[in-house]
């Protein structure tokens, strides 16, 4: 089974922080993406990775930054959290070679920033 | 033109109701409509997923229905159970693409 972790389940933060959230996933898959997820307005994406090293930004990435050293580990920065980036956080994951287009999702880390 | 509308935002349905929630899209480029499970705590997860080359896919008490022409998909649950108590989102892509677009997911309660 595909497993995507993500390094705190919730997390409480002070406006004006930097925040930084994991994910690891163990299947070697090259691409990586990080979500935020608001009520009524379903997954957003905020960053994505195409493979080591590689980045693109999504529909939302002002004020996130992300960092892809290792191909299973994708980290999304939040360099000075306010409190508009209360929100739940996903990250999934996906093999570039696949018949469709599954991505494979983390439990989500619940963060809210004061 | 490439947004996916999905509506209802919330549905309560009485066990062994049938449950369907709708999405609309724009993009005619799009070529695979999945939709994604997710309960509380957990991240989505997929469910099932349809080619524009079928009108209708089953897998047990779930059905994808699409519309083509009108540019609609539909997931239907027959029998619906407490268990299918989730938020359930719809989304597309293109082939080339492995960015789905997502629609803003319907909360499923199923009253006992």
């Known amino acids: 089974d595909v497993k995507v972790t993500q390094s705190s389940r919730y997390l409480v933060k002070r406006t004006g922080e930097k925040v930084f959230l994991e994910c690891v996933q163990d299947?070697?898959?090259?691409?990586m993406f990080w979500y935020r997820q608001d009520p009524g307005l379903g997954l957003r994406l905020i960053y994505f990775?195409?493979?080591?090293?590689?980045?693109e930004k999504g529909d939302i990435p002002e004020g996130y930054s992300v960092s892809r050293e290792k191909k299973e580990r994708f980290s999304l920065i939040l360099e000075s959290a306010s409190t508009n980036q209360t929100s739940m956080y996903l990250c999934?994951?996906?093999?570039?070679?696949?018949?469709?287009?599954?991505?494979?999702f983390g439990p989500g880390t619940r963060l809210t920033v004061l | 033109q490439q947004q996916v509308k999905q509506s209802p935002q919330s549905l309560i349905v009485q066990k062994g109701g049938i449950s369907i929630i709708n999405c609309a899209y724009e993009?005619?480029?799009?070529?695979?409509f999945p939709w994604y499970q997710q309960f509380p705590g957990k991240g989505p997860a997929l469910l099932i997923a349809?080619?524009?080359d079928v009108s209708e896919k089953k897998e047990g008490r779930f059905t994808i229905s699409f519309n083509k022409s009108a540019k609609q998909f539909s997931l239907h649950i027959m029998d619906s159970q407490p268990g299918d108590s989730a938020t359930y989102f719809c989304a597309a892509s293109t082939g080339s693409n492995y960015q789905l677009i997502w629609g803003a997911g319907t909360k499923l309660i199923i009253k006992p």
């Open positions: 993009n005619t480029a799009f070529d695979y």
């Open positions: 999934a994951s996906r093999p570039v070679f696949m018949s469709y287009n599954e991505q494979f």
């Open positions: 299947m070697d898959h090259e691409n």
């Open positions: 990775s195409y493979d080591v090293k590689m980045k």
């Open positions: 349809i080619r524009p």
